[in-house]
């Protein structure tokens, strides 16, 4: 799809009698498009997985990106759903679109080609990077990142807005991965890369409760950036945080450089460090998953605080699980973004 085709094109959202039409440019999906506009389309992974973003195309051509995202079941496929992030318009569309209107007014996304400033690493396969974005995003929030001719892939920031310009982000390299592979040990300052976001609805609420984080693995920068994002609220002061942390060996622990930087700014802060598999000789900290380091910790006041989940999909199925059957806490406490 070139630039002057996309330009002309134009998708209408119908839903529940409220109509919206938006352009839909750049080769960009239905929910990218969408969410440009300022309509607040349902989705979470924005890559496929979820099937959050399920749509009905009404009347229209649209391309899929992939050909059987695992976000759609045989059953969707039969009643003609698609996704939302995986459709792109090839010419007017009309669909038929779900949105939550409780999304309203959070940051537009938009496309931006950032220069790698700093980079380092902060386990054997965790590295930050920083890329200049001067644009605003919720603590928690992620974007999709692109090297020159690489895929997207999802990333979290781990920083908070308006630092300094910057974009954070915490990327863990995945066995055999191409695009983790070029963050992790390619990528280098000066270098440029694009930019897509910010995306995510599990960003820190302004609700005024006390704060639960709950990571493993590369869920670590989300968690980070709500923790941050906590210790910079006016009521910081007055604030708890429970930050609890899983890795496979002692050696990808380094939650607590970022933990210990915002103790003085929280009345209270806790960080559980769990390892799952190599226990070193002294190790003094939980073994085992996450979850079950969770539920040991007995949190008299669980069920009153907002808990943020971010981590591999066994682990955040196996949280929430814990979370809402055996601990009864409200769902509508608990955020995390589903990724696959």
């Known amino acids: 799809m070139n630039h002057s085709e996309a330009a002309t094109r134009r998708t209408f959202h119908v839903r529940d009698g409220e109509a919206h039409q938006f352009n839909c440019t750049d080769g960009d999906t239905l929910l990218r498009a969408a969410l440009r506009a300022r309509v607040p389309a349902t989705y979470e992974c924005n890559s496929g997985g979820c099937g959050s973003c399920k749509f009905t195309l009404i009347d229209g ?34 669909v038929s679109l779900l949105v939550d209107p409780d999304d309203r007014g959070l940051p537009v996304p938009a496309r931006y080609e950032g220069e790698v400033m700093a980079a380092r690493m902060l386990t054997h396969d965790l590295r930050e990077i920083s890329v200049a974005v001067d644009a605003p995003f919720l603590p928690g929030q992620f974007a999709m990142l692109r090297r020159p001719g690489g895929e997207e892939r999802a990333y979290s920031m781990s920083n908070v807005p308006g630092d300094g310009g910057m ?55 989300p968690m980070v950036s709500v923790a941050r994002g906590l210790s910079a609220t006016a009521t910081a002061a007055e604030r708890r945080l429970h930050f609890f942390y899983g890795g496979r060996a002692a050696r990808d ?75 009864k806490v409200p769902a509508d406490q608990i955020h995390y973004d589903r990724f696959f």
């Open 253 to 327: 622990l380094c939650a607590g450089e970022f933990v210990g930087e915002i103790a003085d700014q929280l009345a209270e802060v806790t960080l559980v460090d769990v390892i799952s598999d190599e226990v070193p000789d002294g190790w003094a900290g939980a073994h085992g998953f996450v979850h079950e380091a969770v539920a040991a910790a007995e949190l008299p006041d669980l069920v009153e605080r907002d808990i943020y989940v971010a981590g591999p999909p066994p682990m955040t199925d196996a949280v929430t699980r814990l979370l809402v059957r055996e601990l």
């Open 61 to 94: 051509e649209v391309r899929q990106v992939q050909d059987a995202p695992a976000g759609l079941t045989d059953r969707d496929r039969r009643k003609g759903r698609l996704l939302a992030c995986q459709s792109v318009p090839e010419s007017d569309c009309t």
């Open 167 to 221: 974009w954070q982000f915490q990327v863990k390299r995945v066995p055999g991965g191409a695009e983790s592979g070029f963050f992790v040990d390619d990528v280098a300052v000066g270098d440029r890369i694009e930019v897509d976001g910010p995306y995510g609805h599990a960003h820190l609420k302004p609700t005024g409760r006390d704060v639960v984080c709950i990571a493993g693995g590369s869920g670590l920068a």
